[in-house]
Structure formats: structure tokens, C-alpha cells
């Protein structure tokens, strides 16, 4: 595939997103709030020539909530978004908010350097450093007679 045409952004994409903002909010979670669903945290993933990046938007869910578990394929992260106790509330008016538990497995098609992974959690953003693995060029195979 063309390095270019792998990285450059089509003028599509900020439709795609907002189409996709809208079929999510159009979702029966919203017409119908006291029913179970999952969680899907908003998530940019970047590749540069060594690493792949992402960042995911995160707000409210606690540090001790939270796990990052790479592999060579790629990373999972899981957490819990806990709904504030607020006391004495009589009404509700609006739940636009989306609280309970997530997990988002994200793939890589290319090896992952798991020793060197980092991650780091600012401003309800985490973002997560996956470097790629170095493969040697050439190795050189013995060959054995009878």
C-alpha cells in the first residue's frame, strides 16, 4: 500500500466522524437511560515510522480504574466510568453522560515492542506509546550436511 495514501486524512473523514457522532446519540440508550450498555470511549490511533499512538478520551474514570494491557498484536484497555452520588436528588432532567464499565481492543498488523510500551493519563486523555518491533534485516542459517 502507498505510504501516503496510508496516512494522508480524506476530506471524508470529519463527515464519517459527525455521522458516526450522530447514529451513536440516535442510540437507545439515550430514549431509554436506565439500561445496561457498554461504554466506547472516543479513540484516535496514529502510526508514525516507529510507533503506533493512541489516544483515548477518557474523563472521569479513576487511575486505580483503569488498566492497559499491551500484547505483540496490539494493546486492551478496560476501566470503569462511576456515576457521581449526587444526595437528595428528587429529578432527574437530562443523562447525556455515559458511565459503567468499557474495554477496547485495538489491533496491529505490525509486531508490537511490548518492553517498550509506555502510557500516561493527563487532562482525561490517556495516551498510550506502542513502539514496533525491530526485525533484523538478515540472519544468517547454518546449513547442516549428512
Known amino acids: 500500500m502507498d505510504s501516503?495514501?496510508?496516512t494522508r486524512l480524506s476530506p471524508?473523514?470529519?463527515?464519517?466522524?459527525?455521522?458516526?457522532r450522530m447514529l451513536r446519540n440516535m442510540s437507545s440508550h439515550y430514549m431509554f437511560p436506565y439500561r445496561l450498555q457498554s461504554l466506547v470511549p472516543a479513540?484516535?490511533?496514529y502510526e508514525t515510522t516507529?510507533?503506533?499512538i493512541v489516544y483515548m478520551e477518557i474523563p472521569g474514570v479513576r487511575l486505580e480504574k483503569l488498566s492497559v494491557l499491551a500484547s505483540h498484536s496490539g494493546v486492551t484497555v478496560t476501566g470503569i466510568r462511576q456515576r457521581p452520588a449526587f444526595d437528595h436528588t428528587t429529578c432527574v432532567h437530562q443523562l447525556e453522560v455515559e458511565y459503567g464499565k468499557f474495554e477496547r481492543t485495538i489491533n496491529f498488523d505490525t509486531p508490537i515492542d511490548v518492553d517498550s510500551t509506555s502510557s500516561i493519563c493527563k487532562d482525561g486523555f490517556l495516551l498510550i506509546q506502542l513502539p514496533k518491533k525491530k526485525i533484523s534485516g538478515?540472519?544468517?542459517?547454518t546449513i547442516n550436511g549428512e
Not at 138 to 141: A, S, T
Open 138 to 141: 538478515q540472519i544468517k542459517v
Open 4 to 6: 501516503f495514501k496510508k
Open 50 to 52: 516507529d510507533k503506533f
Open 43 to 45: 479513540t484516535d490511533i
Open 12 to 20: 471524508f473523514d470529519g463527515i464519517e466522524k459527525e455521522f458516526g
